[in-house]
């Protein structure tokens, strides 16, 4: 057991760290917005995998991945609120995109953490992997499966949420030298919408 679960977590860690589309918003937006907005989006991508994990858990994923016309329909459903997102971007103004403190940081921290959850959930991908991914890691068969998917799904977790708080602050710090004058903000601003439209062209392919 101890053994398939520490294999589990290397390669958990390098799947993590190879680019993709969580990750890679993550960075993004923590060079936009600081590192505390990064660690806010990290939570909300973090708890769309317990969304996943229960697919899996649950035979669910099998559904997905046995009707190309569902999984399509659920990428293109993520792609359209990619989309959305840019094009809400694209309308704020652009002072939006300062450093400064917000009225209310709660309600935008939790519009950050929503956003990451619904753009988890809303990527199939994610399901279908698991799906391949988790078995190969199942300690003993006849034991409680359940268990052991959530177990699994709880590890993949905290050493994702561990790896993008690090993406997060070195990204913020980053921020804070290369985009420290006003000069940077329409630059930022036009970043955002680009990473947007990119992840969601990533989604598709």
Known sequence: MTEQLISFMMASV???LSPGPDIIYVLSQSLVGGYKRGVVIAMGLISGIIIHTSLVAFGVSLVIKNSPSLFWAIKIAGAFYLLYLAYEVYRSPIQNFTKSETVNQKVSFFSDYKTGFIMNILNPKVTIFFLAFFPGFLWNREEDLMFQFYTLGGLFMLQAFLIFCLVALLSGQLSK?????????SFLKWFQILTFIGIAILILL
Do not use: E, G, K, V
């Open 14 to 16: 390098l799947l993590t």
């Open 177 to 185: 030298l290369l985009f420290s004058s006003s000069s940077s903000h």
